[in-house]
């Protein structure tokens, strides 16, 4: 089991940036794959970013590319979601999730973390 704290999250107008920060613990050399997803209010939770262990394979939602970069430093056992131009439809809980595999998909991630809020004001 890998255990995820994220942090990072905040209040921010449309156009600015944060930098979302997720921290992992535990068996982290059997899941690997890092992933973040969001859930708005009444809406069902989507895939944002991914990252393979290396940093060598990086998967985007449609509606976040050229805006976010995930990346990782495996020394810190830590995963980043740095997000640009920011946008009111961004405003979600953003949630970190590890799994063996890097995809888009939510079903193959075996730990999550509690969530971090993002709210873009316009």
């Known amino acids: 089991q890998v255990q995820l704290v994220e942090s990072g999250g905040g209040l921010v107008q449309a156009g600015g940036s944060l930098r979302l920060s997720c921290a992992a613990s535990?068996?982290?050399?059997?899941?690997?794959?890092r992933g973040w997803f969001r859930q708005a209010p009444g809406k069902e939770r989507e895939f944002v970013a991914a990252?393979?262990?290396?940093?060598?394979?990086?998967y985007y939602a449609d509606s976040v590319k050229g805006r976010f970069t995930i990346s990782r430093d495996n020394a810190k056992n830590t995963v980043y979601l740095q997000m640009n131009s920011l946008k009111p439809e961004d405003t979600a809980v953003y949630y970190c999730?590890?799994?063996?595999?890097?995809?888009?998909?939510?079903?193959?991630?075996?730990?999550w973390g509690q969530g971090t809020q993002v709210t873009v004001s316009s």
């Open positions: 990252i393979s262990w290396s940093g060598g394979s990086t």
């Open positions: 999730a590890a799994g063996p595999m890097t995809t888009a998909q939510a079903l193959p991630y075996t730990d």
């Open positions: 535990g068996r982290t050399f059997v899941s690997r794959a």
